[in-house]
C-alpha cells in the first residue's frame, strides 16, 4: 500500500517516464467490498458500448458462419467462409500488404519523430509551436480529402513529377499510384505523413515533462547526443511510444478511405488491403457471410498486435 | 478503440438500417385516400432530368397520379437499393442491374414482378428486336442470366463507341471504314507524335471498353453474349480471341496509349481528351454532353468497325433496367409509367436531356449527341451488342479490373490474362 499517502511514499528516484499507477478504481466501502450501487454509474455507458460496438461484433461474428447475400435466407457454412478466406491467395496478399502499410504508418513516423525530438532536446527550434500546429493539421483533416490531394500530387502530370523534372530528374517521374513497383510505398508515405503529426506531438509534449536536472547530470557525465538520447529520452518516452503504436498500428491495419479513393486496390491488386475485401464481398459480390468473415479476422490480426505492444510495455514496466 | 476496430460491415449494415428507417419514416404518409395515386419510384440519379419529363408527361395523361421520386447516386444506389427493396415499405418502381449481383439477387428474393405480360401487351420485344432485351431476363429462380422470364426494360443505350479529334483525325486521314483502317491510323497518329488512344485506367474499368472493342473486331458478337450470359461450354480462351489480346498487346508496346495510364484517372483522361491530346477516346456515350461541351464541333463519334465488312459493333448494352417491385400497389400503373418511359414517342425526349435513345428517333437531333445516336442505331442494326463483360459472374467486375490494369502495365501477357479470366468464368460456371 505505497499509494496509501503522499508522504509515505519511500524514497525512490522519481518515476519520470510514467505516471504512477493509479489508486484502485472502484470505490469500496466500509467493509472494502464493492458497493453494488457502483454498477449502476456503468450502466448508461456500457449499454450505449453494447448496443452500438457489442451488439454489432456479436452479430457480424454470427453471420461470417453463413452464406448470405442479404437477400434470401442464411445458410449456415459452419467454417467454409474462414476456409475460404485463407486459401485465398488474394486476401493473403491483403493481409500482407496491411503488414507493410505498418512499417509506413507506424514504424517510420515513430522513428522520424524520435530522432526530431532528439535532436529538439539539444537544439533550440525557434516558432516550435507554429511548427507542431502545422504538423499536426494532416492527423485532423478527413482521409478521404488527404487521398483526393494526394492522388493529385501523384498524377502523372502532379506537383510531384513537375518538381522531379524541374531538378532534372525526370527519369524519375511515373504515374506513382499506377505503378506496380511505387504505387504501395507512396500510399504508405501518404499514412506516414498523416500519422507523423500526431506522433510527433505526444512526443514532444512526453519531452517536455522530463526534468531537465537529468538532461544536465546526463550532461554533466559527459553524455554525448546520441547517448543522452538512449539514457534519457527514449525511456522516458516509452509511454508515449505505447499509445503512438496503438493508434498508428491501427490506422495502418483498418485502412480503408485512403486505398478506396486514391487507388481501389490497383494497379492489379498491388494496394489491395482488408478493408477493400470486406466492402467488395458486401457489395460488389453480396457474400456478405464472407466480408464479415474477413472483418473478424481483421479484428483479431488487431487485437492481437495491440495486445502484444501492450504485454511488451507491461513487461517493461516490470522489469524496470 | 475498440469501437474502431469493428468490422466495416456492422458499420455499413447500421448504415443501411439508418437509411431503411429514414426512407420509411419518409414515405410513410404516401398511401391517402382512395382517387390519387402516388407511384413510389427509386432511381439511380443519372436519370433526374429523364424523370422530371416522363413524370409531368405521365401525370398530364393521368391527373390522379402523382410521384414520390428518391434519387441515389450510381455507387450508392447499387449498395442500397437490395435493402430497400426487401424493407417494409418497398418502391413501386425501381432500377436494377443486369447481372448476377443486383437483378438476380432481386429475382431470387422475390422483389420483382416478370414483366413478360406486359412485354407482349406494348409489344416490346418486337421494339427492341430479338435478343436485345436478353440482358433483362433471368430464371424464375434467378440463377441463369440472359434465359427465362423478362423482369426489366429500359430504352436508353449504353454504348462505348470511338470519340475523335476531328481536326487531328483529318490530319491523318478519313473515318475509318474497317478495323484495319482504323489500326492503320493509329500508326499514323503515332507517327505523327500525337496520342492515338487517350485513356485512363486508374480505375481498371475503362481499359476494359477497349478491349471490348478489339475482342469485338475478332470475335462474332453472339459468342461473346454467350459468355456474358454463362452459356455451357463458352470460353474466352480461343484462338481468335487470343488474337484480340495479342493486338491489344501490340497497342501497349507501341504506346498507343498515354503513358503512365494506370496511373490516370478516367475522369482526367476525359479532360485530357478534352483539352487535345489523344485523337480517339474509346469510351461509353454518356461522355457526349461533357465532350460537346468542352469541345463543340471538334468532337466527333463512330461507332466501332468490327472486322473487314464493315459491321459496326462493341461493349454495348441498354441502361439500368427499370423493374415494378411485387409491392407495387398498382403494377398494371406502374407498368404503363415504363411503357411511356420505353415508347418510341419518349426517344426524342430522351436525346432532350442527352441520352441515347435505343429506339429510333425521328427528330432532328443537332451535334455530337446526333452522332452518336446514329453510331449506336448502327450497331444495333449490325447485331453487334457485345454486353459487358463483367456481368459474366459476380466477381468478374473485380477480376477484370486487376486484370486489364496488369495486362496494361505488361505485368501478365495476353495469353495469361485470358487464362485468368476464365479461370474466374469456371469457377462460377463450371
Redesign the interface.
Known sequence: MEQSGLGQRPLRPPQLSRPSRPARPVRRGPSGRVQPVAYLYLLPAFSFFAVFAVAPLAHAFKLSFYEWNGITDQVWVGLDNYVTVFTDPDVRAALWNSVILIVFYAVLPICVALVIVGLMARVRIRGRTAFRAVLFVPTILPLTVVAVAWRWVYAPDGPLNFGLDLIGLDFVSRAWLGDFTFALPSMGMVGTWVTFGLVFVLFAAGVQKIPSQLYESARLDGANMVREFFAVTLPALRGEITVALILTVTAALRNFDLVFVMTRGGPGTNTEVPSMFIYRSVFQIRSIGLGAAIGVILMLELLAVNLAVLWYRRRGDLSA | ??????????????VILAFMLVSAACSGDDDTADGPVVLDVLAEAGDEATLELATAQFTEMYPHVSFNITLRAFDDY??IA??IL?SDDPPDIAHGNQGY?IDG??V??G?ILPLDDYAAQYGWVDAFGDGTLDQYRFTEDGTDFGNGILWGINGVAEFVGVYYNKEKLAALGGLPATFEEFDALLAAAKDAGEVPIQLG????WPALHVYGMVEAAYRPAAEIRDWVFGEPGATVVTDTERQAAAKFEEWRDNGYF????????YD?SVANFIAGEGVFMIAGNWNTATLDEGMGANAGYFAMPVGPSGIVGGTAALALPWHITTSAEDPDLAAEFINLLVSEEFADDLASVGRVAARSSDTEIEGLLAEVTAGAAAVIADEGVTLYADWAT??M??TL???T??LL?G?IDGEQFLNDVQADWDAANG
Do not use: C, H, Y
Open positions: 478503440m475498440r469501437s474502431r476496430s469493428l468490422s466495416r460491415v456492422v458499420k455499413i449494415l447500421a447499387m449498395q437490395p435493402g426487401s449481383t439477387l432481386l431470387q428474393g422483389l485506367n486508374a480505375e481498371g498515354p503513358e503512365g495510364v494506370n496511373g490516370i484517372a482526367d459476380p466477381t467486375f473485380d479490373t486487376s486484370k490494369q496488369e502495365g505485368q
